[in-house]
């Protein structure tokens, strides 16, 4: 019944030395996890800096007469149906993955996960579903899960000028979300909802020379706390993401842009014309 076409665009700040290369969203930064089209993930931002994303939704209907559909037409009802999308993603290694941050470790060996760049695209597949309760049209119920792929990558130089074979570890998530609509006035046009999520994401270990590093990867379990305002065509979301558990394989010898923040503080912006 229906054909799109999606058209995103993304802004991205500057780049920042972290753990897997760049540590931004995909949807904000040459480097990083990929990330889907129609739902969020876990992927995280440089410490410190802002995330700018719009996008377009065209939707190029098939035209049917109503004397094909004579006790038919499209209303709010059909929003209660369970909707399913399948969606597939790539990262491309834009950034230089030779290069190295030496003015924080001069002296250093060349570690690959302080890097930024890849140097080899990574692969996102997953699935959502949503469901407005018929029963309690106020609440909203969202399941998202996806996987991204990371493929080996050779390395140019060591401190002793040798290569180093590179793997990052593959990650999968596991997101549910609940939204409750709080106010709705269409005198007013406005309409205010409460939203909270629970974020589970595996981080694989890493890999040097096809042997898996123990001081990387683990499980991560976020919470997220927000409310979503809509005035009009426009919406503006507000939320507070902090990790409420974790088991990280070596948490002491890891670093922070994955389990061990303080917390995320979450800010979208949308549109509708």
Do not use: C
């Not at 558990?245 to 979450?266: A, C, D, P, V």
Request: overall charge positive; aromatic content about 14%; cysteine-free.
């Amino acid at each position: 019944m229906k054909r799109g076409l999606l058209v995103a665009i993304l802004f991205a700040v500057s780049s920042s030395f972290a753990h897997h290369g760049v540590a931004s969203l995909g949807t904000g930064g040459l480097e990083g996890p990929g990330s889907p089209l129609e739902t969020s993930s876990s992927a995280t931002l440089p410490e410190g800096k802002w995330l700018f994303y719009l996008k377009l939704d065209h939707v190029k209907w098939r035209k049917y007469s109503f004397s094909q559909f004579p006790d038919q037409k499209e209303s709010l009802d059909d929003l209660m149906d369970w909707h399913f999308t399948l969606y597939g993603g790539m990262s491309l290694p834009t950034g230089n993955p030779n290069r190295y941050d030496r003015a924080k470790d001069p002296k250093g060996d060349f570690e690959p996960d302080m890097t930024t760049g890849f140097g080899k695209p990574s692969l996102t597949l997953g699935f959502t579903a949503t469901k407005q309760i018929l029963s309690y049209p106020r609440f909203t119920f969202v399941f998202d899960t996806n996987y991204t792929k990371f493929f080996e990558n050779t390395y140019n130089y060591r401190k002793d000028g040798s290569k180093k074979k590179y793997k990052f570890g593959d990650e999968f998530r596991l997101n549910t979300a609940v939204a409750y609509r709080l106010y709705k006035s269409e005198e007013k046009k406005f309409r205010a909802d409460a939203l909270l999520e629970a974020n589970f994401q595996y981080n694989g270990r890493d890999e040097e020379d096809k042997v898996k590093l123990e001081d990387s990867g683990g499980n991560i379990l976020y919470g997220t706390v927000g409310t979503r305002l809509y005035y009009k065509s426009l919406s503006l979301g507000v939320g507070v993401k902090v990790p409420v558990w974790k088991k990280l394989n070596r948490e002491q010898e890891q670093q922070g842009s994955e389990g061990k923040e303080r917390y995320r503080l979450i800010l979208t912006l949308s549109t509708l014309f």
